[in-house]
């Protein structure tokens, strides 16, 4: 078992920065590949972005490349999602997730409870 727990959502303006942390705790963290995911009202859960077990490698949606940034300190059992550029559209309820490396909620077997991220115009 892996027990996530995210923090670091808020309000901010459109163009602005955020950062949301993800701490885990349980089962071996750097053996797993950590996931971004967001869910917005009425909306399905989408991939945002995702690092490799070891931090070496990263993957991002299309529409965050270039303003989110995904990072992992498995001395700390933390993984950061830093974004920038905000724009309304981010709105969302943030999620981490451990898993596999995969774009897809189906491949994520543990989950943080949310935090909200939300954008004003």
């Known amino acids: 078992q892996v027990q996530l727990v995210e923090s670091g959502g808020g309000l901010v303006e459109a163009g602005g920065s955020l950062s949301v942390s993800c701490v885990a705790s349980?089962?071996?963290?750097?053996?797993?590949?950590m996931g971004w995911f967001r869910q917005a009202p009425g909306k399905k859960r989408e991939f945002v972005a995702r690092i490799s077990a070891r931090g070496r490698s990263t993957y991002y949606t299309d529409s965050v490349k270039g303003r989110f940034t995904i990072s992992r300190d498995n001395a700390k059992n933390t993984v950061d999602l830093q974004m920038s550029s905000l724009k309304p559209e981010d709105t969302a309820v943030y999620y981490c997730?451990?898993?596999?490396?995969?774009?897809?909620?189906?491949?994520?077997?543990?989950w943080g409870q949310g935090t909200q991220v939300t954008v004003s115009s």
């Open positions: 349980g089962r071996t963290f750097s053996d797993y590949v």
């Open positions: 997730a451990a898993g596999g490396w995969s774009s897809s909620p189906t491949d994520y077997a543990y």
